[in-house]
């Protein structure tokens, strides 16, 4: 078990008994990367030493992608991949906005030594294996929860940024979407709280990155609300992590963020909502409340 007491601990480079419920558990929440950069004997864990590796690996993955997308003219953003600290995510997510030629993308992956892990209407996942790791790349057609879209990509287009790994230029979120996604992807798609995304959302207030004007214009001013009433509570009782977020709660990010996106595109939130697996109990609550 992991609480935030216990995790605020380690960042201050508290001694903790490393052991295998330690590592499990700091896994699960995304932050055993940062905990051994701090932890000598973290870093020297098996565990911690393969998350270095496929952070090596992602790196590569990601320069043979943009070099790819760049001669393809592909329009692209890399998400939810790289945070306000050092990390490590279980998979690397590019939202791809040309859809229509992404079989050529694939084609070319293949060749330098990626394999189709699966394919679906809204994504494509592609694998591979090297330095004893893996690396998945998540391509997405839109950035959605099931079949709803809870963020919109054309934002995310206008609002892009460029970084440089290894002399490469990579298009990645802008910091004040990524912060917004964080939430609405806890909150609309996991319907829970990692240690990370606590982290990731107390950097984002620290540095501006939450604005109000940009919460409204998404539809995630109620998500914001409702991602800082559970930051608070866990902060405040000290709860376990992974937290397990109230499906009321979900169910009422889902209905602010429908009733925005009604204004502009009609009835597609709804049918969307409606072909989503995932939210069946969610569904059920927000008919009730609307």
């Known amino acids: 078990m992991l609480t935030w007491g216990m995790f605020s601990e380690i960042l201050r480079n508290a001694s903790w008994r490393v052991n295998y419920s330690l590592i499990e558990s700091l896994r699960k929440n995304k932050v055993l990367y940062l905990a051994g950069l701090i932890n000598g004997e973290l870093r020297h864990t098996e565990e911690w030493r393969e998350l270095s590796r496929r952070k090596r690996l992602q790196a590569n993955a990601l320069i043979e992608f943009a070099d790819i997308a760049e001669n393809l003219g592909i329009r692209y953003v890399v998400f939810k991949t790289f945070k306000l600290f050092p990390y490590v995510p279980d998979d690397v997510d590019i939202l791809v906005l040309d859809n229509y030629i992404i079989n050529d993308v694939i084609s ?152 925005n996106r009604i204004r502009t595109e009609r009835l597609r939130p709804v049918h969307e909502l409606t072909s989503f697996p995932k939210a069946r109990d969610v569904k059920r609550l927000v008919y009730r409340m609307v």
């Open 108 to 259: 070319k992956l293949t060749k330098r030594g990626f394999k189709i892990r699966s394919k679906g209407t809204s994504e494509v996942t592609i694998s591979k294996v090297a330095y004893k790791t893996f690396v998945d790349l998540d391509i997405h057609f839109k950035i959605a929860a099931g079949e709803y879209t809870y963020y919109p990509s054309n934002i995310v287009w206008q609002n892009k940024r460029r970084i440089v790994i290894n002399g490469v230029k990579l298009n990645v979120v802008a910091w004040e979407d990524e912060c917004i996604i964080t939430m609405a992807h806890a909150v609309m798609k996991e319907f829970e709280v990692l240690a990370s995304d606590i982290l990731q959302f107390m950097l984002c207030k620290r540095k501006g990155y939450i604005i109000p004007e940009r919460l409204e214009r998404t539809g995630h001013l109620e998500t914001y609300n409702i991602f800082s009433r559970i930051y608070k509570t866990i902060i405040q009782n000290n709860d376990a992590l992974p937290y397990k977020i109230p499906l009321v709660e979900v169910a009422l990010a889902y209905m602010h963020n429908i009733i």
